[in-house]
């Protein structure tokens, strides 16, 4: 009894520190992007786009503890996976190196693919099937070209 006392405890004591600091560096990477920006006005929407997506990445971790290590390590990993798919997306839209848009298209598949492994493996169902963030979604498309004639 004592024995399972003593994980549940440091279980709850690092989640509760993970999610306090996490929460410090979501701060403290919002301040310096901002500080950043003053100064630097092409890379502006850059910057904010990516400092939201690291903002959001952060925030999303600090997840509330099950006591269900398998599932609470899952819940972290997914938000951080997404943020570096938020990210890579980010570049795509602003950066100009074919070499590092080829990178970040990687990133993109490789942590999709990398978050619906992780769903399998807990036996979580997997989400609907969309297009890649990169691509326009079909209706999109329709409702665009819609709107041109």
């Not at 990687?106 to 769903?119: D, G, P, T």
């Amino acid at each position: 009894m004592t024995a399972v006392f003593c994980r549940t405890h440091v279980l709850v004591t690092t989640s509760l520190l993970a999610i306090v600091s996490v929460s410090a560096f979501a701060q403290d990477v919002s301040s310096h992007h901002h500080q950043a920006l003053s100064g630097i006005t092409d890379q502006t929407p850059f910057l904010q786009e990516n400092d939201a997506a690291m903002v959001k990445m952060m925030n999303d971790m600090a997840v509330k503890p099950t006591g269900d290590i398998n599932r609470d390590f899952i819940e972290m990993m997914i938000p951080h996976h997404q943020g570096a798919i938020d990210m890579a997306v980010t570049y795509l839209r602003y950066g100009d190196n074919q070499h590092l848009k080829r990178l970040a298209q990687e990133i993109i598949v490789e942590q999709q693919q990398e978050i619906a492994a992780m769903r399998m493996i807990l036996g979580d169902p997997l989400p609907a099937s969309k297009a890649v963030p990169t691509q326009i979604d079909p209706s999109e498309a329709k409702t665009a070209q819609n709107a041109h004639q």
